[in-house]
């Protein structure tokens, strides 16, 4: 599969990705790397760009929760992303709602 690797908008944090990326590119995924801090206007235009089979999404920074619903709301308002697969995971909040990994 070819897959888009990224980071949620207000997360810096890079080894989370570095893992992801072996991790897929080790399983024969093709992955195209964003790296982090990656806002929903640029994760939209580089799946325009790449036509994935899938996104993966990666947040540790406690805030992935609402950075990734805003990314995944505007992959599914056009029309090529609208129903992408998205994997989202890493830890998505704070205290009782860290080390989620979702589908959506
Ligand atoms: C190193 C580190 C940093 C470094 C980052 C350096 C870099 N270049 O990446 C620095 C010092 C810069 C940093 C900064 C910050 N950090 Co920091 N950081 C860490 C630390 C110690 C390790 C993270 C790491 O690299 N892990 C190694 C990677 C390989 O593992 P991972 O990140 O857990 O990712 C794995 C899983 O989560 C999972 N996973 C991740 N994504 C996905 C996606 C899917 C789909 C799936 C299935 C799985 C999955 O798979 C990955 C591989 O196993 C963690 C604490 C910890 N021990 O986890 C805190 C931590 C992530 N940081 C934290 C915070 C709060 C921050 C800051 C906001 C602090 C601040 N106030 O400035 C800033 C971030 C600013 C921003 N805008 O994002 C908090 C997050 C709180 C939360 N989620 O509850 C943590 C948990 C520390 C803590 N206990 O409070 N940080």
Redesign the pocket.
Known sequence: MKIILSGTA???????????GL?LEERGHDVVALG??VSPRLLTAACRRHAPDAV?????????HRDALAAVRALRAEPESAALPV?????????G???E??AA
């Open positions: 207000s997360d810096s944090h890079t080894w989370n990705l570095v893992y992801l991790f982090p801090c993966v999404l990666s947040s540790v920074n406690g805030h992935g994997a989202v995971g890493g830890k998505l909040g704070t205290a709602r860290s080390g990994a979702e």
